[in-house]
């Protein structure tokens, strides 16, 4: 038998239209919004606080390693991916995945419990955004997989697991099509033929979500306008403001720097998230669309992440990722692909202006403190 090859590749493909003809939904503006904010235990909210925080440090991390003008990576596609890759891994491989995450001190069934409300809850949270995840393992024939790591991948994220003779021509166009099919149309290939023939396991996770804003905004040239009532917050390191989504769940956050970009990046956590309070804001940020391909592998490593501890050694993680916004809201995308080889009186009005200045974006969702895109463009 040829040696374990396991090509990981995570697609995190959001706020997309599901017909996949890439254009943001506009539900009727009569449709009832209902919250179904997800419920989170105690144990499971501190699972929640620490991966939102790896969120945060893992950024640092790109960002100070990568030059590019426009960076945009996706944290939650990253950790839910080194999550599913530990569990066909040995003790001492998942204790390193875990430490990497921050999660190590916590018991097992509380990381699979959070996973399994995060994946659920995460498409019901908005009845008036859309998301939808699915996740697929795929082995090819005479693949000796441990039983209970294929229960973990069924009952934890609700994988869908197959087996397949990767050697046959048509296996990757299955495999290709399973990918279309989930992202909406977006993402056409993931893996040929020549590279399936190599490998002996892929598991692939994908989400996708569609939503608009919970507001009305302008388009001014290449300037989107708004104001109103919105959740804004300073500091010494940055302004920030949240621009909600359908019924506020989803969120995107915009955030300018007071002096040094890199300060602001420094200084983020998810504590500022949560001390936001209202204020009268009006609003600018430019109509853009943004994409940028990153190697995460030299990162993730550096934060932690061993190559030589399991039966497979870790090859590369690369993430590529999109993302646009406009008058109806915003669509995003990323694909993270790893080998592994072994009112009252007048208000006082804030003026926040993005339209021509560096500043940086996340898409976040409330409940579960997820920290699901995160990205800059700097001038």
């Not at 005479?142 to 994220?157: C, Q, R, W």
């Not at 990757?172 to 279309?180: K, R, S, V």
């Not at 598991?203 to 979500?209: D, E, K, R």
């Not at 001390?275 to 391909?293: C, D, L, N």
Request: proline letters at 3%; one cysteine or more.
């Amino acid at each position: 038998m040829k040696p374990y090859r396991l090509l990981l590749l995570t697609l995190s493909v959001s706020i997309l239209s599901c017909t996949g003809n890439n254009r943001i939904e506009t539900p009727e503006d009569t449709r009832e919004v209902q919250i179904a904010p997800i419920s989170l235990a105690k144990a499971e909210s501190e699972a929640a606080e620490i991966i939102s925080d790896f969120s945060f440090e893992l950024f640092r991390k790109v960002y100070s390693s990568h030059s590019e003008a426009y960076l945009l990576i996706s944290p939650l596609s990253v950790a839910m991916d080194l999550s599913m890759i530990a569990g066909g891994m040995t003790a001492e491989a998942k204790e390193i995945i875990a430490k990497l995450i921050g999660i190590e001190g916590l018991p097992s069934d509380v990381i699979e419990s959070y996973y399994q409300k995060l994946c659920k809850g995460l498409s019901a949270v908005d009845a008036d955004s859309r998301l939808c995840s699915a996740n697929s393992a795929w082995f090819d024939d005479g693949t000796i997989v441990d039983n209970s790591y294929k229960t973990a991948l069924e009952s934890t994220f609700d994988a869908y697991v197959n087996t397949l003779d990767f050697q046959k021509l048509g296996s990757a166009d299955i495999i290709n099509g399973w990918c279309y099919d989930k992202t909406g149309g977006m993402i056409e290939e993931i893996v040929g033929a020549e590279t399936l023939r190599s490998l002996q396991a892929l598991i692939l996770n994908a989400i996708y979500f569609n939503a608009r804003w919970a507001f009305e905004m302008q388009l001014d040239g290449d300037v989107l306008n708004t104001e109103g009532e919105f959740k804004y917050a300073e500091t010494e390191q940055f302004r920030m403001l949240s621009l909600p989504f359908g019924n506020g769940c989803y969120e995107m956050l915009v955030a300018l720097p007071v002096g040094q970009f890199s300060q602001m990046v420094n200084s983020l956590s998810s504590s500022e998230i949560k001390e936001m309070k209202p204020a009268m804001v009006r609003a600018r940020i430019p109509k853009f669309r943004t994409g940028t391909s990153v190697d995460l592998t030299k990162d993730l490593v550096e934060m932690g992440l061993a190559t030589g501890a399991s039966r497979f050694n870790i090859g590369t993680i690369m993430q590529k990722t999109c993302f646009e916004a406009n008058e109806k809201g915003a669509q995003a995308a990323a694909i993270t692909g790893g080998m592994i080889t072994s009112p009252g009186e007048d208000p006082e009005w804030i003026e926040f202006d993005a339209s021509n200045r560096s500043f940086l974006y996340m898409i976040y969702e409330n409940s579960s403190s997820s920290v699901i895109f995160i990205g800059c463009k700097k001038d």
